[in-house]
């Protein structure tokens, strides 16, 4: 595979790096050479990539020609905007509080080579921006208000820009990117397709642990899928894979949210997709969909400050109150008495106009079928925490928690109206990946919500399909983005 850095003019590179070579944007553009080339890596370093303008040319006919460029076209249009460019970095704003805190000034430009600066004090925070941004040549500026450092905006810069002093660590930087690059793995077949996983090592309650995620990893690879595990600070890669698995814990007002529309705009498979997100995040979208769907669920009352005083005409208690967007047992609380109910409701209602109240119905286990392409994948019980109402218990908020067993059985073993009933809910929502959670009480089964990014935990949902279910999930990206890609061709 061929690197080439393209500028302007080859004087705006003066200095050669063993195996790459440096091309005029016009040559690039114009000699039928280069547009024969298969797999190239070109490095666009032009003096501007104003639209249409030679800079914005290379990174767009790269694209086209099957080239791998940097800057892509739609990291040029992302760079523009200031409120883009603020929405994709506001992961890193602990990173920079602690890298910019020894600034006197309110002012500090940044000039980042190939993910490094001059000084080794800012290399953190360089390779973060340079791998949410994805640009060879990058300079950020950034502005202090109120004690706190933030990202005005970010812009790349061309081989021109670069100042005498920084050429010799510029070029250093970019050998030792070019160098550390790693070689492709000799394969028995090469991969179809590539797959981003992306996950929180740091958060103990996303949606598969890591058992799990090697485990999904080998079946893609069996499926001809190249699955990586991608963070936060991969965003500005997914135009470099074909889907996304989000198997972090999805918020909409998150950045799984983001990754997720990212993602879809990109043109990727997407599971969780944006509307599954904001469907299943929400309870007060989900109780008016069931109940206009006729599907039975825990007598249910939506709450707000003109009928709150009305709940207890409606329902009994012990009453379940829910935040819309509660998740994991957090924002779900029971409350036994007139006086509970109203003080929880009126902290409730602080947060939210709308707010869940609910039949409580105790049982010994919750039931979750996990759907997947309108097909059930797997049926769990969820048992209750020993002497605990959930199947989660927490040591206050965000603390400790205690989760009960679960319990994986055949699908001819789960009751047919559960099963029923909950691929008639997921139905609803799409076809992605979800967990319906249901409950029998005597002659009694409701739906309690629809998750999306349901669990998968080695040891706990695979329990009956064992590494099977790992790979009906990766069969099914491998469908859609074989669908996908004879779409576009069409």
């Known amino acids: 595979m061929s690197i080439l850095i393209v500028v302007t003019n080859p004087r705006d590179w003066p200095l050669a790096i ?11 553009l114009t000699d039928a050479a280069y547009g024969k080339e298969r797999g190239a890596r070109v490095f666009n370093l032009c003096r501007s990539y104003r639209y249409q303008s030679l800079g914005y040319y290379v990174s767009l006919l790269a694209e086209a020609r099957g080239h791998k460029p940097l800057p892509r076209v739609g990291t040029i249009e992302d760079l523009q905007s200031r409120n883009l460019v603020r929405l994709l970095t506001q992961g890193l704003d602990e990173l920079v509080q602690r890298s910019l805190a020894p600034i006197k000034s309110d002012e500090f430009e940044l000039s980042i080579y190939f993910g490094r600066n001059v000084a080794k004090h800012y290399d953190q925070l360089s390779g973060q921006l340079f791998k949410l941004l994805q640009a060879p040549l990058l300079r950020a500026h950034f502005q202090r208000r109120d004690g706190q450092w933030r990202i005005r905006g970010v812009r790349p810069m061309a081989a021109s820009d670069i100042p005498p002093q920084h050429q010799a660590f510029a070029i250093e ?3 030792d990117y070019f160098l550390r690059r790693p070689r492709p793995l000799k394969r028995r077949a090469a991969p179809r397709f590539d797959l981003a996983i992306l996950h929180d090592p740091d958060n103990p309650e996303q949606a598969s642990d890591a058992r ?37 814990t999805t918020f909409v007002n998150h950045y799984t949210y983001r990754y997720s529309r990212q993602a879809l705009a990109e043109g990727l498979v997407v599971i969780d997709d944006p509307q599954s997100i904001l469907k299943c995040n929400n309870k007060v979208y989900l109780a008016e969909l069931l109940a206009r769907h006729r599907i039975p669920t825990p007598r249910t009352l939506l709450v707000h400050r003109d009928n709150a005083g009305q709940i207890l005409q409606v329902l009994t208690l012990p ?74 218990k927490r040591n206050g908020q965000g603390g400790a928690y205690r989760e009960g067993a679960t319990l994986a059985l055949p699908l001819d073993q789960a ?17 992605g990946f979800y967990g319906v959670d249901l409950k029998e ?45 004879r779409g576009a061709s069409s």
Not at 445 to 458: H, K, L, R, S
Request: aromatic share 8%; hydrophobic share 50%; net charge positive.
């Open 18 to 28: 063993p195996g790459v070579t440096v091309v005029p944007a016009r040559a690039y």
């Open 173 to 175: 930087a970019a050998s």
């Open 212 to 248: 799990a995620l090697r485990k999904f990893e080998r079946a893609a690879q069996q499926m001809g899928i190249h699955a990586e595990l991608v963070t936060r600070a991969d965003f500005g890669r997914l135009s470099a894979f074909d889907a996304l698995f989000i198997r972090d």
């Open 319 to 392: 009453i379940v109150l829910k935040q819309p967007d509660s998740s994991f047992s957090l924002g779900v609380v029971k409350v036994t008495s007139a006086v509970e109910l109203r003080a929880t409701v009126e902290q409730l209602l602080e947060k939210s106009e709308l707010i869940i109240a609910q039949e409580y119905l105790p049982t010994a286990f919750d039931w979750r079928v996990g759907i997947l392409d309108r097909r059930v994948l797997f049926v769990c019980q969820y048992f209750m925490v020993p002497g605990h109402w959930q199947i989660i």
């Open 415 to 431: 009751p047919a109206r559960v099963v029923k009933m909950a691929l008639k809910a997921a139905d609803l929502i799409g076809d």
């Open 441 to 485: 009480v005597g002659r009694r089964c409701c739906v309690i919500e629809v998750n999306d990014n349901p669990n998968v935990d080695a040891g706990n949902e695979d329990g009956v399909l064992k590494d099977a279910l790992y790979r009906e999930v990766m069969a099914v990206f491998a469908k859609r983005i074989e669908a996908r890609r």
